[in-house]
């Protein structure tokens, strides 16, 4: 299972160059709406290969990522069982980010090719981008109650680092903050239909994690 994950990982990390690269040599015009505004209207145009920006950005993080993880790895004084769990987490939240950028590498594109289509008020991009962080969020909120202390992921504070309960309950309560701001960002996106599903995702993340901070500290502190 985590060699297949790893290949996933990989897989999710080379994809956008790929197809954009099917899309900026085969189907894109040679000028493409570069920019949009609020509301997915063009405001400026440009060279197809443009389209390459985002996926060299994903390529390069990966690469940092996976130099990141071989740290962790030569560096980490812990159980080796526990550091192998830390790392099999982290490399699931990095798997759903890249999921997460390729459904906007994909939207980029089409919106590169049909500019047009996608200024209807009754579009589902908006609402399938919230969905897609939103989801993101639900599954990152699930998988952090399951992380053990460590120095990379997780509600790292000076009062949660100490023992496996003050974490275990820290990151309990980070986890539902986030799983809350994911069901929020789904209904903003679905409620609104335009970019300003991000001011909902936004707040709700504030509030939910603060929320999050002042009980974790309050509950261990007590105990």
Same mark, same amino acid.
């Given at each position: 299972?985590?060699?297949?994950?790893?290949?996933?990982?990989?897989? /999710?990390?080379?994809? %956008?160059?790929?197809? &954009? +690269?099917?899309?900026?040599?085969?189907? #894109?015009?040679?000028? !493409?709406?570069?920019?949009?505004?609020?509301? @997915?209207? %063009?405001?400026?145009?440009?060279?197809?290969?443009?389209?390459? @920006? #985002?996926?060299?950005? *994903?390529?390069?993080?990966?690469? $940092?990522? /996976? /130099?990141?993880?071989?740290? $962790?790895?030569?560096?980490?004084t812990d159980e080796n069982s526990r550091t192998a769990r830390n790392i099999d987490i982290l490399?699931?939240?990095?798997?759903? !980010?890249?999921?997460?950028?390729?459904?906007?590498?994909?939207?980029? @594109?089409?919106?590169?090719?049909?500019?047009?289509?996608?200024?209807?008020?009754?579009?589902?991009?908006?609402? $399938? *981008?919230?969905?897609? $962080?939103?989801?993101?969020?639900?599954?990152?909120?699930?998988?952090m109650p399951k992380t053990k202390p460590n120095s990379f992921i997780g509600m790292r504070l000076?009062?949660?680092?100490? &023992?496996?309960?003050?974490?275990?309950?820290?990151?309990? +309560?980070?986890?539902?903050?986030?799983?809350?701001?994911?069901?929020?960002?789904?209904?903003?996106? #679905?409620?609104?239909?335009?970019?300003?599903?991000?001011?909902?995702?936004?707040?709700?993340?504030?509030?939910?994690? &603060?929320?999050?901070?002042?009980?974790s500290y309050v509950i261990i502190k007590k105990k």
């Amino acid at each position: 299972m985590k060699r297949f994950k790893q290949l996933l990982l990989i897989l /999710f990390a080379v994809l %956008p160059t790929v197809y &954009t +690269a099917v899309a900026v040599f085969f189907l #894109l015009p040679d000028t !493409v709406a570069a920019h949009f505004g609020p509301n @997915l209207i %063009p405001d400026r145009y440009g060279s197809k290969y443009e389209a390459f @920006l #985002l996926p060299g950005i *994903i390529l390069v993080l990966f690469v $940092i990522y /996976f /130099f990141i993880r071989k740290f $962790i790895q030569r560096s980490s004084t812990d159980e080796n069982s526990r550091t192998a769990r830390n790392i099999d987490i982290l490399d699931t939240i990095v798997l759903c !980010v890249l999921v997460l950028l390729n459904a906007l590498c994909v939207m980029i @594109l089409i919106l590169m090719k049909h500019p047009v289509m996608m200024t209807n008020a009754e579009n589902l991009i908006f609402p $399938i *981008i919230a969905a897609v $962080i939103g989801t993101m969020f639900i599954v990152i909120g699930n998988i952090m109650p399951k992380t053990k202390p460590n120095s990379f992921i997780g509600m790292r504070l000076s009062w949660s680092m100490d &023992t496996d309960e003050h974490w275990y309950i820290a990151n309990r +309560a980070g986890g539902i903050a986030l799983v809350i701001s994911g069901i929020v960002t789904i209904v903003s996106g #679905l409620i609104c239909r335009n970019g300003y599903y991000i001011i909902g995702m936004i707040v709700s993340l504030l509030v939910t994690l &603060t929320v999050a901070t002042v009980y974790s500290y309050v509950i261990i502190k007590k105990k």
